[in-house]
């Protein structure tokens, strides 16, 4: 809205979590955005199907985050959020249809590559010793 209102043609991009699609303010700004044909408004998900207190579909079953922004009007993708070439694709696709606001649903798993970190909720919390910060790195370097 900022950008139309000074004139100005460039894309806004947020990154949220899945979590975060728990809260109101989050389906008020979904409703606004079609609403005020925000076409150049992309929001990407992060679907890792955790929450700060457990799995995702425990706290509130978000089932079919696509279905959800599309039923608001939002044009959608669903991509492998470790893939950096879906990413690119999905972020650099055409725009939908004039006014039209674009959700990437990107599944991932915290913590991917890192052994006794993936997909292990105390991550959410926990800050690495420097020999797990080292240990990580390890597991993480290209060969």
Known sequence: MAARLSKKDYR?????????????????????APAQRLGRLVVVVDYNKWQATGRSNEVLNLPSLVDKWRAFGWATHEVDGHSLPQL??????????????????????????????????????????AEEVD???QELAEP
């Open 88 to 129: 690119i694709d999905a972020l650099s696709s055409d725009f939908p249809a004039e006014g039209q606001p674009t959700a990437i649903i990107a599944h991932t798993v915290k913590g991917k590559g890192v052994s006794f970190m993936e997909d292990d909720n105390n991550w959410h919390y926990r800050i690495p010793t």
């Open 135 to 137: 240990a990580a790195a």
């Open 12 to 32: 806004v991009f947020v990154v949220m979590s899945d979590g975060e699609c728990n809260e109101g303010s989050v389906w008020e700004a979904a409703m606004f």
